[in-house]
């Protein structure tokens, strides 16, 4: 699975979140948002946004995003 570093995020809890992502990938459908996205998956916008790298909140229709999934240990 291809993990994309963030290139935004700084400070220690990020780079946690951020070495910490794996999931599924999904591809933004017209009318999503990262918001809409986050809640369909039960994450949240923040850690897609990390875990894609994403300088905003915008997704755009077409986009593939690793959507981050919360394993339980």
């Given at each position: 699975?291809?993990?994309?570093?963030?290139?935004?995020?700084?400070?220690?809890d990020?780079?946690?979140?951020?070495?910490?992502?794996?999931?599924?990938?999904?591809?933004?459908?017209?009318?999503?948002?990262?918001?809409?996205i986050?809640?369909?998956?039960?994450?949240?916008?923040?850690?897609?946004?990390?875990?894609?790298?994403?300088?905003?909140?915008?997704?755009?229709?077409?986009?593939?995003?690793?959507?981050?999934?919360?394993?339980?240990?």
């Amino acid at each position: 699975m291809l993990v994309v570093a963030p290139t935004s995020a700084s400070g220690n809890d990020a780079d946690q979140l951020a070495r910490s992502c794996h999931g599924v990938y999904h591809t933004v459908r017209g009318g999503q948002t990262i918001y809409s996205i986050a809640g369909a998956y039960s994450t949240s916008a923040y850690r897609i946004r990390l875990c894609n790298g994403l300088a905003a909140y915008s997704v755009y229709s077409g986009q593939t995003l690793l959507i981050p999934i919360y394993r339980s240990r």
